[in-house]
């Protein structure tokens, strides 16, 4: 795929008429899918696609097209053209955008990350017995994804990695549920029948009796799944230049009046483990490391080229939207052994679920509690307890009441598949608080 993409996206190129300006992506995946209900399967099946998506520049004017290619270098040739063509038809009727980023060559790059992965034959037979005995619904994911990159400026990428994930959820008989994700790029088997067990020691606890409590502040552990998902916020109304120059960021406090959360909180934009690619739409390659915010304090912010330009700043290549690519939350040195004795009596959280801003500007998150949630006194579980709603500020619980992070980082990856397959995740530790707000 990529010789065919590089021969096609060269033609367009060559193909450009005087003062057009060209950007070409593609987007696809070799995937085998399995739908698990009951523990049993479901459904099985094989995809190959990508999507070729072309951007036409010119006259300070941008439109965008995609087509589905065929695996025909001539069909896709020729329907390359036609698209091309459309393009050009639709441009002139836009009007002008002021802030419009041009193609520019600031290098290129080709990564290739081969993994070790089950068979498409192997892979029932690896993955059914360690689901035995319980109640699981959830869809398995392996293969190829491949993302490449031309302009007209000259420059080239290409990015290609080997991935799965089972996402699963273990149900007991009243319907309640322990969720998790088993995920990488080399198959371990003992390492998925642990995790599996892990979960399944959840789910029995699940069956116990839940345990209603009251709305107040508690200590609170919040596994890594649960922390991901409060990181993933930080791309909506976060560390985005666009957003802190609108006053409507999350971090504008840390901005304008240099408030500071805890020294244990570093986030980064980090590319080094590979699991995404550095360049983004526009081909622009972004740092392999980014430090964001730096033992509590605001460092730098993700900078697309076009908030560049609005507002007279530094690019960082973000991406247009500036949202995280592959951030990692530093591990601290909570040993992931003392985590219930740390806790003591206080709430396990595992995950959360349906997370919003109740405040952006003031950095209040909203949410609830959700898939094997627990009581525990004096470093045992002692009951699930029932789905609670939590709003707080990132500047309570990621200030002050920040009291541990775990030694240990997790890849928490992204498992969305509507237009294809997704890569990167979050990859974080759990953090122990001395208070987390539940509202009711």
């Known amino acids: ?3 065919s993409f590089n021969i096609l996206s060269e033609k367009l190129i060559n193909s450009l008429e005087s003062g057009e300006h060209l950007k070409v992506s593609i987007e696809g995946e070799q995937s085998q899918f399995i739908r698990f209900s009951k523990s049993k399967v479901r459904q099985s099946g094989l995809v190959d696609d990508a999507t070729l998506i072309l951007t036409l520049i010119k006259n300070e004017r941008s439109c965008s097209g995609s087509f589905t290619l065929s695996g025909s270098d001539v069909n896709d040739e020729e329907s390359a053209t036609v ?3 459309r393009l050009r038809e639709e441009i002139v009727t836009l009007l002008k955008d002021p802030f419009i980023v041009m193609p520019d060559n600031t290098g290129s790059s080709r990564e290739e990350h081969k993994g070790s992965l089950l068979s498409e034959e192997s892979a029932v037979a690896a993955l059914s017995p360690a689901m035995k005995g319980v109640d699981l619904a959830g869809i398995w994911a392996s293969g190829k994804i491949f993302t490449g990159n031309a302009n007209s400026a000259g420059q080239k990428h290409w990015f290609t990695t080997d991935t799965f994930s089972l996402d699963y959820s273990l149900i ?3 319907e309640k549920m322990v969720k998790a994700t088993y995920a990488g790029s080399n198959w371990n088997q003992s390492e998925y029948d642990k995790y599996m067990a892990d979960s399944i020691v959840k789910l029995r606890m699940m069956e116990k009796q839940p345990r209603g409590i009251t709305p107040g502040s508690y200590r609170t552990y919040i596994a890594p799944a649960g922390v991901a998902d409060i990181i993933e916020m930080f791309s909506w109304g ?12 999350s971090l504008c406090k840390m901005r304008q009046h240099n408030v500071k959360i805890s020294p244990c909180f570093t986030l980064s934009e980090d590319f080094t483990s590979g699991i995404v690619p550095r360049f983004n739409g526009n081909g622009e390659l972004a740092p392999e490391k980014l430090d964001l915010i730096l033992s509590g304090s605001l460092e730098n912010t993700l900078v697309s080229s076009r908030t560049a330009k609005e507002y007279s700043v530094t690019s960082n290549f973000a991406s247009d939207g500036e949202s995280l690519r592959s951030p990692v939350l530093a591990p601290g040195d909570l040993n992931e052994d003392d985590i219930m004795k740390s806790l003591d009596t206080g709430i396990y959280l595992s995950n959360l679920h ?3 801003w109740s405040d952006r500007p003031g950095g209040r998150i909203t949410g609830m509690t959700r898939y094997a949630c627990f009581w525990v006194e004096n470093g045992e579980v002692i009951a699930p307890i029932e789905n609670m709603r939590f709003d707080d500020s990132i500047y309570n619980f990621f200030g002050d009441n920040l009291e541990a992070v775990t030694d240990k980082t997790h890849l928490n990856p992204s498992v969305l598949s509507y237009d294809g397959r997704e890569l990167g995740g979050v990859t974080c530790p759990g953090i122990l608080l001395k208070s987390f707000e539940l509202t009711l």
């Open 1 to 3: 795929m990529e010789k």
């Open 83 to 85: 698209e091309l063509n």
């Open 238 to 249: 976060g560390v985005g230049e666009a957003s802190i120059q609108q006053g409507d960021s």
């Open 354 to 356: 349906y997370l919003n």
């Open 172 to 174: 007991t008989p009243d």
